[in-house]
């Protein structure tokens, strides 16, 4: 059974501190890729990589930053927490689609990180 | 900016009831997704299409992809209280790792 797991499912930090999003994929995908998830606005993408070491910022990358030091595992990291993070955050794995003009293929995602800056 | 919008956004229907949830972009896809994600839970696939004008079932759901490739719809059909959910239609185009997510559709199946 494939898996996503992230390292909570509920997180509370106050305005300020160094947060970090623990993700690990066991399916020996190359793509991670972390979300923000806010009603009303679907999922929008924050960072993405495709290999180790490697990333590449999504549409609202500001205020966070990534790490990629073995294939299974991406974390998040939010140098200084703020109040307009609070937010679900979701991580997803796939395979490589390549540079072969095939489409992306199937991503799949943790349970996702509920944290909320007080 | 490529943009999905999902309409309804909220959909409360009576267990039996046929529904049908929109997916529209002006931007053309190479290939379309629709996930599923349930209270406390990450998304999970249900369909790719690719082809424009292409139809696929799963069961009680319906996916069709536009004939142009920048709409989609999903209809279920004689909708249950496991129907209940979020769902989330994505957008990609070939060549690149990146999706774009639509707006969502909550959807409520009462027994």
């Known amino acids: 059974d494939v898996k996503v797991t992230q390292s909570s499912r509920y997180l509370v930090k106050r305005t300020g501190e160094k947060v970090f999003l623990e993700c690990v994929q066991d399916m020996d995908h190359e793509n991670m890729f972390w979300y923000r998830q806010d009603p009303g606005l679907g999922l929008r993408l924050i960072y993405f990589?495709?290999?180790?070491?490697?990333?590449e910022k999504g549409d609202i990358p500001e205020g966070y930053s990534v790490s990629r030091e073995k294939k299974e595992r991406f974390s998040l990291i939010l140098e200084s927490a703020s109040t307009n993070q609070t937010s679900m955050y979701l991580c997803a794995s796939s395979l490589w689609s390549g540079s072969s003009g095939r489409s992306p293929h199937e991503q799949f995602f943790g349970p996702g990180t509920r944290l909320t800056v007080l | 900016t490529q943009l999905l919008e999902q309409s309804p956004q909220f959909l409360s229907i009576q267990e039996g009831e046929n529904l049908t949830v929109y997916c529209n972009s002006s931007s053309v896809f190479s290939s379309l997704q629709w996930y599923r994600q349930e209270p406390g839970e990450g998304p999970v696939l249900l369909v790719t299409?690719?082809?424009?004008?292409e139809v696929k079932k799963l069961k009680r759901l319906t996916f069709q992809f536009g004939d142009a490739r920048k709409d989609s719809s999903l209809h279920i059909t004689a909708a249950q209280p496991g129907d209940t959910g979020l769902y989330l239609c994505a957008g990609a185009s070939s060549g690149t790792y990146k999706y774009i997510f639509g707006t969502g559709t909550r959807l409520k199946v009462l027994a």
């Open positions: 299409v690719v082809t424009g004008g």
């Open positions: 990589s495709y290999d180790v070491k490697m990333k």
